[in-house]
């Protein structure tokens, strides 16, 4: 196995299990209710919101690995899904799970989703 593929993978599995931890259901008794008064449970709504964030970020980059894998899988490893050239290797190693070459990245930017 390759050390890329057993560095995402390792990653695949650390995100998976965070994951896991934020959709757990709070205990019985845990949550606290949103109250009538101005600033109950604000406290407990930001900590939610921050939350759904770090698991849409956890998503995202669980997206951004298996798209990684499945490169590996069909040899295209390294070559950029927008223009078709080659990434270049600093930048894989950097960033190990990244699908564009860093002038697709900038012209696409932070939200671009490959096309399916």
Wanted: net charge neutral.
């Amino acid at each position: 196995m390759s050390p890329v593929r057993e560095e995402l993978e390792q990653r695949r599995d650390e995100i998976r299990v965070r994951v896991a931890e934020l959709a757990k259901r709070p205990e019985l008794g845990a949550a606290q209710g949103f109250g009538k008064r101005i600033g109950d449970g604000t406290v407990e709504a930001i900590s939610r919101l921050t939350e759904i964030g770090v698991g849409e970020t956890l998503e995202t980059q669980l997206e951004r690995i298996d798209r990684a894998l499945a490169k590996l899988d069909d040899g295209t490893y390294g070559i950029c899904d927008n223009c078709g050239q080659p990434i270049a290797p600093k930048r894989l190693e950097a960033m190990p799970d990244v699908a564009l070459c860093v002038d697709c990245a900038r012209a696409n930017g932070p939200g671009y989703r490959r096309r399916r």
